[in-house]
């Protein structure tokens, strides 16, 4: 058969059958594929994922306020969180944090006065009952359920005054450590 009459019966082929050419022509072979992702839960600290080991800022501070030199009386502060650190995280994520001894640890978390003439002692806990202390560097886990988009440490201090405590400012400061 030369070229010509392949092209003659090609021809006549659909023009006798052209509901078969046309449902040969339409049929195209199929298949499928898988579309996927992970998404892991964890905390995001202003907005995104920290280093590992980086530094976040001043989460906060602790205030016992202000009484005389003299006083006796024992105070208490909660963290008040910073405006400049933000920590949110997955609801339910499993987030711990370990907190350091401060910068005048000496069997216990101190503070120093400004000037450098004394020391008050000073206990922090992780309940607002001030049932459960937190020692150096021990994990204590932080509830994320409660408030995911704006996580609270728990942190909470009590500072009992001696008496005779130099007049001026005390102040430490201590290195939180987060994990999840």
Known sequence: ?????????????????????????????????????????????DGARPAEGASLGMLGWL?????????????TASLVAGQSVTLNCTPGVAL???????????????????????????????????????????EVPVNTAASPENVQLPLYARLSLPGDASAGSYHDTLVVTLQW
């Open 63 to 75: 205030d016992f306020g202000v009484d005389s030199a003299l006083s006796t009386a024992t105070h």
């Open 1 to 45: 058969m030369n070229g010509a009459s392949r092209s003659v019966i090609a021809g006549l082929a659909s023009a006798l059958l052209p509901g078969l050419w046309i449902a040969s022509a339409s049929a195209a072979p199929t298949s499928t594929f898988q579309v996927s992702a992970t998404v892991s839960e964890g905390c995001l600290v």
């Open 96 to 138: 711990s944090m370990w907190v350091d001894g401060g910068q005048h640890y000496d069997d216990q978390r101190r503070m120093r006065h400004a000037d450098g003439s004394g020391l008050l002692g000073y206990s922090l806990f992780s309940d607002a009952a001030m049932q459960q202390p937190i020692a150096v560097n021990q």
